[in-house]
């Protein structure tokens, strides 16, 4: 009897500490979003790095690191220490690339700053479920925007001039500035963390056009 009650401390003393590292963990990501948000960035992913720089230290703190855009929209990624009682602080904050104007990428193996087209159909299969998609539509588009997308069109007044089975409730087109804009919009952690609305409302079908930046 005293073994199984101490198996069952050790189990319920394991789950406590589990539990309060799920909630410190989500906390942390939380403030490190809001944190890049107040400055007019937005986050792209948070990992998180126990044997980042500055581990060596206070055992309340955690360190993560992050990959952000910032309000130029350069890709950055850095280090960052953050703990409840304490502020975010970013360490080894390094470019990935960025923009110029002249539209390339100061990283020469990336793409060329072409614009890119992501044009999405809907289709509302049981329409018990448009509310779940209604809140879809409230919380994506601050995220999208974030990340320099631009809605051009999203409309459910929608004609079918040829025949054919394509016949969507509902059809979203956004422009982004670069492909890799969009990559990183819809792999973000932001993103990820409402699809889930989305994908348990309706059908969606998506493609990438790419643009030109002349439009020849």
């Known amino acids: 009897m005293e073994e199984s009650g101490a198996i069952l401390l050790f189990v ?26 107040d400055m007019g960035g937005a986050v792209v992913k948070i990992v998180w790095s126990p044997l980042g720089p500055g581990f060596f230290g206070d055992q309340y703190t955690y ?7 910032n309000k130029n929209r350069t890709h950055r990624r850095a280090f960052c220490k953050t703990s409840m ?30 614009p890119c087209y992501f044009i999405v159909s809907v289709t509302i ?3 018990s479920m448009r509310p779940l998609y209604d809140q879809y539509i409230d919380k994506v588009r ?9 809605y051009l069109v999203r409309t459910e ?6 025949p054919g089975a394509w016949h969507p409730d509902r059809v979203i087109v956004i422009r982004f500035e670069s492909r890799e804009d969009c990559d990183c919009c819809f792999a973000s952690d932001e993103y990820k963390s409402v699809a889930g609305l989305r ?5 969606a079908s998506a493609i990438i056009v790419d643009g030109t930046v002349n439009g020849g």
Do not use: W
């Open 12 to 37: 319920l003393i394991m789950g406590a500490v589990f539990g309060c590292r799920l909630l410190a963990g989500r906390l942390n990501h939380a403030r490190i979003r809001k944190h890049i948000q």
């Open 63 to 69: 360190i993560y690191e992050v990959d952000y855009r």
């Open 85 to 114: 009682l304490a502020g975010v602080y970013f360490c080894d904050d390094r470019l990935v690339y960025a923009i110029t104007d002249k539209n390339t990428l100061t990283d020469s193996n990336a793409p060329k700053n072409t």
């Open 125 to 127: 299969d049981d329409p």
């Open 142 to 150: 601050p995220i999208v925007e974030r990340f320099g997308g631009t």
């Open 157 to 162: 007044n929608i004609a079918f001039p040829l």
């Open 199 to 203: 994908e348990n409302s309706v059908r």
